[in-house]
């Protein structure tokens, strides 16, 4: 299975703060609709792509999330600055001399992050680090009537960070924004072409989340209505591959296949579905990487808890400096994913999701 690195670039490109997925939910849509039997948007914005099996059940939902972390305006002030509000996870460090876009109504505009110069700080300043309080977005503007009348800001206004993908010095590390969770969907889709050729059982749903980062809120409302007697979730994984980063921490690495998370903050993973992807990772020779967190939280959380609960499992992709600018992925850890994946779908047959979920 190999995707595309034109549809990878397309996904991370595209501009999609939480709340604001609407480019990307287009994206989505325009490719799993040739893919499916029926797509839907429920009441907030996730996007369900239905493709019927040879039997109905089991109901299989796959799902991965849209948005990605960015800042929404909070007020220009008189001097034509915009002052924000986190959409998301950032590290204030993360935000520190970054270009962003301001999306409005009048269209996108760019701004950088501006911040009181080292020069005229003291040195407890200067080693203090900079706080988010005092940041704000440059736009050029010669006032605040500059800023609302000819560029259109105001608030409310989504912001997103402005990173381009590229194939980083011609290699297989693939650097872009937003790979939380646009590799996800990316797999998603393979997955969902994958079973074109070879049909599964059951009913699988292919849900495209929106909300992740600010409280797993499209995977709530999308879960009631797919209602899953099992569930996958693909998410980005915690690369500690780098300087800094200790193997006590995360445990992924790129390059060296996708993951499993056993352990993070909102969820465990039901037992015998964890055993099931470490069985069709080794009988196809998929390495599969186990990751162990102390936090973290993701959308099976709540497909887990729907209704009266559904065994759930998240497989993950690593990456590099996640909730920033620049993340790093590796082409075959993406390829490998979508693999398994697929080959765990083609699994869930009625007597295999029973015996999975029966305690």
Same mark, same amino acid.
């Given at each position: $299975?190999?995707?595309?690195?034109?549809?990878?670039?397309?996904?991370?490109?595209?501009?999609?703060?939480?709340?604001?997925?609407?480019?990307?939910?287009?994206?989505?849509?325009?490719?799993?609709?040739?893919?499916?039997?029926?797509?839907?948007?429920?009441?907030?914005?996730?996007?369900?792509?239905?493709?019927?099996?040879?039997?109905?059940?089991?109901?299989? $939902?796959?799902?991965?999330? $849209?948005?990605?972390?960015?800042?929404?305006?909070?007020?220009?002030?008189?001097?034509?600055?915009?002052?924000?509000?986190?959409?998301?996870?950032?590290?204030?460090?993360?935000?520190?001399?970054?270009?962003?876009?301001?999306?409005?109504?009048?269209?996108?505009?760019?701004?950088?992050?501006?911040?009181?110069?080292?020069?005229?700080?003291?040195?407890?300043?200067?080693?203090?680090?900079?706080?988010?309080?005092?940041?704000?977005? !440059?736009?050029?503007?010669?006032?605040?009537?500059?800023?609302?009348?000819?560029?259109?800001?105001?608030?409310?206004?989504?912001?997103?960070?402005?990173?381009?993908?590229?194939?980083?010095?011609?290699?297989?590390?693939?650097?872009?924004?937003?790979?939380?969770?646009?590799?996800?969907?990316?797999?998603?889709?393979? +997955? $969902?072409?994958?079973i074109q050729e070879s049909p599964i059982q059951g009913t699988l749903f292919a849900v495209s989340t929106v909300q992740e980062e600010v409280g797993l809120r499209g995977a709530k409302?999308?879960?009631?209505?797919?209602?899953?007697?099992?569930?996958?979730?693909?998410?980005?994984? +915690? @690369?500690? !591959?780098?300087?800094?980063?200790?193997?006590?921490?995360?445990?992924?690495?790129?390059?060296?296949?996708?993951?499993?998370?056993?352990?993070?903050?909102?969820?465990?993973?039901?037992?015998?579905?964890?055993?099931?992807?470490? !069985?069709?990772?080794?009988?196809?020779?998929?390495?599969?990487?186990?990751? +162990?967190?102390?936090?973290?939280?993701?959308?099976? @959380?709540?497909?887990?808890?729907?209704?009266?609960?559904?065994?759930?499992?998240?497989?993950?992709?690593? +990456?590099?400096?996640?909730?920033?600018?620049?993340?790093?992925?590796?082409?075959?850890?993406?390829?490998?994913?979508?693999?398994?994946?697929?080959?765990?779908?083609?699994?869930?047959?009625?007597?295999?999701?029973?015996?999975?979920?029966?305690?």
């Amino acid at each position: $299975m190999t995707i595309t690195n034109e549809l990878l670039e397309e996904l991370t490109n595209a501009y999609g703060p939480s709340g604001f997925e609407g480019p990307v939910r287009d994206i989505m849509r325009r490719e799993l609709e040739p893919l499916s039997d029926h797509v839907e948007a429920d009441g907030i914005g996730s996007l369900i792509a239905r493709k019927d099996g040879t039997g109905g059940s089991p109901r299989i $939902m796959i799902a991965a999330h $849209m948005d990605e972390v960015g800042l929404m305006v909070k007020r220009v002030t008189d001097g034509g600055y915009v002052k924000f509000q986190a959409l998301g996870g950032w590290l204030d460090s993360a935000l520190v001399g970054q270009r962003f876009v301001i999306l409005t109504s009048k269209g996108p505009i760019q701004a950088i992050t501006g911040m009181k110069t080292v020069h005229v700080m003291t040195p407890e300043a200067r080693s203090a680090g900079f706080k988010r309080d005092g940041m704000f977005l !440059d736009v050029g503007a010669d006032d605040k009537e500059d800023a609302v009348s000819r560029l259109g800001i105001r608030p409310g206004d989504p912001i997103a960070p402005d990173s381009k993908f590229e194939a980083l010095n011609g290699s297989d590390y693939l650097l872009g924004k937003a790979w939380d969770d646009r590799i996800g969907l990316a797999i998603m889709i393979e +997955v $969902m072409r994958s079973i074109q050729e070879s049909p599964i059982q059951g009913t699988l749903f292919a849900v495209s989340t929106v909300q992740e980062e600010v409280g797993l809120r499209g995977a709530k409302t999308s879960s009631f209505l797919v209602n899953p007697d099992i569930g996958i979730n693909i998410e980005s994984g +915690v @690369a500690a !591959d780098y300087p800094g980063i200790t193997q006590d921490e995360a445990q992924e690495r790129l390059g060296n296949g996708p993951g499993i998370f056993l352990h993070d903050t909102t969820m465990l993973p039901n037992l015998k579905l964890r055993d099931l992807v470490i !069985d069709v990772s080794e009988e196809n020779n998929i390495p599969l990487q186990f990751e +162990v967190l102390a936090g973290y939280g993701e959308d099976g @959380a709540e497909m887990q808890r729907a209704f009266g609960g559904a065994p759930v499992v998240n497989i993950s992709v690593p +990456v590099r400096y996640l909730h920033t600018h620049n993340g790093i992925i590796h082409r075959r850890d993406i390829d490998q994913a979508a693999q398994l994946v697929a080959r765990l779908v083609q699994r869930l047959d009625h007597d295999t999701v029973n015996r999975i979920a029966r305690f």
